[in-house]
């Protein structure tokens, strides 16, 4: 390289457009969020379920051993996080990228440029969606009905999007048809 030439410091940067567009793609986002909701509350469910017979577990042990089991009930907050995370992190990064209740719900996650979830950010979307509802309640929900993409904070945050899964983005598209 001669002096005359420029030299390239640093890390290009290649910024991938937005793979999901509701003007070209409505049927993508036709009622995300009242499904969404539906879906949260069956994976909740999914979720405490074995939590909470994990404590009724705990409670019995505790009553034959003289209540020295009842010590365990300090893990059971501690594992619930754990076994959120996996469930997330592991239903979300499965092929389907979507949880069981997403699943129900004919629902998937996808990054904004298109591709799949994964573990690590399925966690990590329990996780910031945890924190953000717990300081910001109201705002996570008003901003999904603020974008034409119905994009919750905890999305825009961390780069995904839900969608309706492909099945039935296309009897929605043929419905339109129809019509």
Known sequence: MSDSESRRIGVSIDFKPHAYDPGVNPELFRGVLARRFIAFVIDIFIIMLPVAF??????????????????????????????ALVYCGSTLGSPASATLGMRMMDLEMRTWYGAP?????????????????????????????LNERQRLLHDILIGTVIINNPVRAQALRMAGLQV
């Open 117 to 145: 979830a994964y573990f690590v950010l399925g966690a990590v979307h329990a996780i910031v969606f945890w924190v953000t509802v717990s300081l910001l309640t109201p705002l996570v929900l008003v901003v999904g009905l």
């Open 54 to 83: 994990a404590a009724i577990f705990i409670f019995f042990l505790g009553l034959v051993t003289f209540l020295l089991g009842w010590a365990l009930f300090w893990l059971l907050y501690p594992c619930t996080i754990v076994w």
